[in-house]
T-cell receptor
Framework: AQKITQTQPGMFVQEKEAVTLDCTYDTSDQSYGLFWYKQPSSGEMIFLIYQGSYDEQNATEGRYSLNFQKARKSANLVISASQLGDSAMYFCAMRGPSGTYKYIFGTGTRLKVLA | DSGVTQTPKHLITATGQRVTLRCSPRSGDLSVYWYQQSLDQGLQFLIQYYNGEERAKGNILERFSAQQFPDLHSELNLSSLELGDSALYFC??????????????FGPGTRLTVL
């Protein structure tokens, strides 16, 4: 069965510094997708970044990058130059092979950026 | 604004009652997903519809049902409500083209309170 694990319930980071949010996953599928979503206190879920299991390069989207280590089954999110607006819950999620479209989410990491 | 709309925003009802949550996906998206987010269970995938047909099922109770209509909007019906059904219910949509990253775009959610 597929599983997503986020071991950091909460993290603090100083403004303008970089922070890494951990995510490990478990799957026996060869084809899968990994996502990160941000949930601010207002409640909406915002898509941040995607990594496909066959993508050779680590995904990047602006200040967000995904450190994908397939052999270790980890997909850590790196936020560079943290801003106060980055304070939120961050969820790692996995999608199964094309055709199944079942998504599972981790329990989330609450990030607090300090001024 | 993700382009996904959900109504109502808030719903307060009593145990034993039945409610209907409505979702309109982004223009062009064929897939609709329903999630339940509660404090103790995190974000749980309930069910997915693709172009009117059920595609994947997650941890959806028998008291819950959903459907997707020809105009692609979807409804989630919750019946015989219990206190534990109080949660934030998200709808998400995606294009669902095989091989694409197929990220989901989330609506603002419906907060259900069962008294």
């Amino acid at each position: 069965a597929q599983k997503i694990t986020q071991t950091q319930p909460g993290m603090f980071v100083q403004e303008k510094e970089a922070v890494t949010l951990d995510c490990t996953y478990d799957t026996s599928d060869q084809s899968y997708g990994l996502f990160w979503y941000k949930q601010p206190s207002s409640g909406e879920m915002i898509f941040l970044i995607y990594q496909g299991s066959y993508d050779e390069q680590n995904a990047t989207e602006g200040r967000y990058s995904l450190n994908f280590q397939k052999a270790r089954k980890s997909a850590n999110l790196v936020i560079s130059a943290s801003q106060l607006g980055d304070s939120a819950m961050y969820f790692c999620a996995m999608r199964g092979p094309s055709g199944t479209y079942k998504y599972i989410f981790g329990t989330g990491t609450r990030l607090k950026v300090l001024a | 604004d993700s382009g996904v709309t959900q109504t109502p925003k808030h719903l307060i009802t009593a145990t034993g009652q039945r409610v209907t949550l409505r979702c309109s996906p982004r223009s062009g998206d064929l897939s609709v997903y329903w999630y339940q987010q509660s404090l103790d269970q995190g974000l749980q995938f309930l069910i997915q519809y693709y172009n009117g047909e059920e595609r994947a099922k997650g941890n959806i109770l028998e008291r819950f049902s959903a459907q997707q209509f020809p105009d692609l909007h979807s409804e989630l019906n919750l019946s015989s409500l219990e206190l534990g059904d109080s949660a934030l219910y998200f709808c998400a949509s995606s294009v669902s083209i095989s091989g694409s990253k197929n990220e989901q775009f989330f609506g603002p959610g419906t907060r259900l309170t069962v008294l």
